[in-house]
């Protein structure tokens, strides 16, 4: 009993790029105004056409009935956007969806909350906000209550609720509503571990239960284990579905460029524009500066290596990279403003190589990312993780440590060695 | 500009480069479409618990933080029709077609308090609950209708006000009073088609939310809400009843209060009127729903 529970059919969705201002309403007087203008263009045939892009494009695939299809890209990719035509909150410019079955999305815990109310008045409108008939959230009114462990702040308006409380009840509303089809975007996003755990558990119930899930999250780990298929899209554009998890989320990190040349990051020269620090070179290098070649032992020591142009300095500037491990969990962030104020490197104007060591005996054996990160502190993101920062990748193996006990890949992330010594 | 078609359970039909099908027809196909859609009645149906819930909602917050709740309600059109009744009916001597004048007043301030009120809470409606716009699917039209329905419950309140002020003025009620439901439903018409425009548009050009408030002033005062029809002018009553709240608000007086006569030209033209907004306020709102979560 496999029918289709989902077919997409060379959907896409085209924006217009707003320019003017960040809103994106209108106002009467800016349309009568631009008329003439737009009039005058038009009729010389020059129509200033507003500038589109593509959330979305030629997406087709098939999701069968109670599968568990994860959704992976980086921001801007397109997966809200697909979930948004799927769940009918906007719609496609191009192409179809056959959807079989009734659809509930979760695609932000809380919708439909309003704080004056209780907590009893709140469940009833968000479930039927999430299009519940009333005598259905009646019936399950106590289970409900009972998951989010509420019951005796029911009548209290939900504004005097903690902050998880509120997220426990809101969650389980949406939790509780009986679609075949279950849409959920990055909801494990919120709360505590607790809580996030127990949300992870209820979708594994659901998707147990034979029901369809597509299931958008940046936590790599939940895809890969609830997750029966998984979709990856760039830039809009499906670049791999298939059964294999593992690999779809191993392209989604590393990219499709092969290992050799991906400890290097090159800039074309338009990319990252802009006056302060526009990033040129990104490797992974030897006390030299040359490119180390990949695979790495554990016992080189070697240098993240960044060359940038610099017209014009800024004070606070941060440079720096973030670490992922393969499953996508941070290692850690390291900032060349990391040290006392006095102590930082200053960037002079013109090309600037700068390098952070990591040392020996550090990371444990297997196939890392590095983000190069780049920031006017406070101000905003130059190079912003998961955004838009330039990336390459490092694979270690071998040459873990020179103990006898430890030839192979030790467990845990990480594989220093430090000293150790009896004081008693 | 394309538009989400949202037929439910039809068959795809045939398509012959598909592979095999099942057996049973998609619940829903979502895909662009061209052309103009009127409301999905059969959908705005199986979502009417929602459209209760919002209402109650909105009555709900409106007073929920004030010391006198519901009498405001109450208070604010009962002050209104007497600073009117002294004003127009005891220092200006107005004609009130035989009744005291604060009746008089009341019976067309409550229409016109419904009808103004409605287009001011559902051409916002929109706006103030874009989050669950930008979040959800349900029909968008409920959202205008449950600021329309919140505010009929305000009605029913003013409407039991009225009441108790015959019996103190001691005005007796006739059968006329069986037609108030059809007034009712016609000044509803109204309100709803105007409210659907309204908050369409809202969506594009919040101007319409600045203007609103002026415009209603202006037309409560071309309306015979505080004054008779019969001040008007012989020359000028035809252009007067074009006006398509005359209508209604006549047909309140006429009904709660036993005076005056029914004008059925002007009482059709008011039903052609308030039907057409409604008929071309839905397709528009369907027309422009589309892109609402875009835009929002």
Redesign the interface.
């Given at each position: 009993m496999s029918?289709?529970a989902i077919?997409v059919e060379g959907l896409g969705k085209k924006?217009r790029l707003v320019h003017r201002s960040l809103r994106?309403?209108?106002?009467?007087?800016e349309?009568l105004l631009g008329l003439p203008r737009r009039v005058w263009s038009a009729a010389r045939g020059l129509g200033a056409q507003p500038e589109t892009f593509w959330a979305l494009k030629d997406v087709s695939f098939e999701v069968s009935e109670g599968q568990v299809l994860g959704i992976v890209g980086r921001n801007g990719a397109g997966k809200s956007t697909l979930l948004?035509?799927?769940?009918?909150?906007?719609?496609?410019?191009?192409?179809?969806?056959?959807?079989?079955?009734?659809?509930g999305?979760l695609?932000?815990v809380g919708?439909?909350f309003?704080a004056?109310?209780t907590g009893r008045?709140n469940t009833?409108?968000s479930g039927?906000?999430?299009?519940m008939?009333?005598s259905e959230i009646q019936r399950r009114f106590d289970e409900i209550v009972a998951f989010a462990e509420v019951e005796k702040f029911l009548d209290t308006p939900v504004k005097h609720y903690s902050s998880g409380m509120y997220m426990r009840l809101a969650f389980s509303v949406a939790a509780h509503l009986d679609p075949e089809i279950l849409l959920v975007d990055e909801v494990l996003a919120v709360g505590d571990a607790a809580f996030q755990r127990k949300c992870l558990g209820k979708i594994q119930e659901v998707a147990k239960g034979g029901r369809t899930v597509l299931f958008v999250s940046h936590n790599l780990n939940a895809i890969e284990e609830l997750c029966q298929a998984a979709l990856l899209l760039e830039a809009g554009q499906l670049r791999l579905l298939d059964r294999d998890v593992r690999l779809v989320l191993k392209r989604y990190l590393f990219g499709e460029q092969q290992t050799s040349n991906a400890a290097e990051w090159h800039n074309s020269g338009t990319e990252h524009r802009n006056p302060w620090f526009q990033p040129m070179r990104f490797v992974i290098a030897d006390q030299h500066g040359q490119r180390h070649s990949l695979p790495l032992s554990n016992s080189d020591e070697f240098y993240v290596q960044v060359e940038a142009d610099v017209s014009q300095p800024y004070p606070a500037l941060h440079v720096g990279y973030a670490i992922y491990a393969e499953d996508g969990t941070l290692l850690y962030w390291s900032f060349q403003t990391d040290v006392p104020e006095p102590d930082w490197p200053t960037l002079h104007v013109g090309r600037c190589v700068l390098r952070c060591r990591v040392p020996a005996h550090l990371l444990n054996e297997g196939t890392y990312r590095l983000e190069l990160l780049a920031s006017l502190h406070f101000r905003k993101w130059l190079l912003e993780p998961g955004v838009n920062a330039p990336q390459v990748s490092l694979i270690i193996r071998g040459g873990l440590s020179d103990s006898p006990s430890w030839m192979a890949k030790r467990p845990g992330l990480l594989a220093p060695v430090s000293p150790w010594t009896v004081i008693r | 500009m394309s538009e989400l078609n949202v037929v439910e359970t039809r068959p795809p039909g045939v398509n012959a480069e598909s592979a095999p099908r099942p057996e049973r027809p998609p619940y829903v196909v979502i895909q662009p479409a061209r052309g103009w859609h009127l409301m999905a009645w059969r959908e705005l149906w199986s979502y009417r618990d929602l459209l209760w819930l919002l209402a109650g909602r909105d009555v709900k917050l409106r007073y929920k933080q004030t010391a006198l709740g519901l009498i405001w309600v109450v208070l604010q059109p009962l002050v209104a029709a007497l600073i009117f009744a002294v004003i127009f009916g005891h220092f200006g001597k107005l004609p009130s077609d035989g009744s005291p004048y604060v009746l008089f007043v009341f019976a067309g301030l409550m229409p016109w308090n419904y009808f103004a009120g409605a287009l001011q809470r559902a051409g916002n409606s929109l706006v103030v609950d874009s989050n669950l716009i930008r979040r959800v699917y349900f029909p968008r039209e409920i959202l205008p209708l449950a600021s329309t329905a919140a505010m009929l419950i305000d009605f029913a309140v003013t409407l039991a006000v009225f009441f108790a002020l015959m019996l103190i003025y001691q005005v007796p009620l006739t059968w006329r009073l069986l037609a108030l439901p059809a007034f009712l439903l016609l000044t509803t018409i109204m309100a709803l088609g105007a409210s659907l425009w309204l908050s369409a548009l809202n969506v594009q050009y919040r101007d319409f939310m600045y203007a609103l408030p002026f415009l209603l002033q202006v037309w409560m005062y071309a309306s015979p809400v505080v004054y008779a029809t019969s001040i008007i002018p012989k020359a000028w009553q035809g252009l007067f009843s074009l006006n398509p709240a005359v209508g209604f608000i006549e047909g309140f007086r006429w009904s709660l209060l036993g005076t005056g006569t029914l004008d059925l030209t002007m009482l059709f033209a008011a039903c052609v009127v308030g039907l057409l907004t409604l008929v071309s306020g839905a397709y528009v709102f369907r027309r422009i729903e589309r892109t609402f979560a875009d835009v929002l």
């Open positions: 029918g289709v077919r924006y994106n309403y209108r106002t009467l007087q349309d948004k035509i799927l769940s009918r909150i906007t719609d496609p410019t191009l192409g179809r969806a056959q959807i079989y079955g009734r659809v999305s695609l932000e919708t439909g309003h004056e109310l008045e009833f409108l039927a906000i999430l299009g008939r009333h | -």
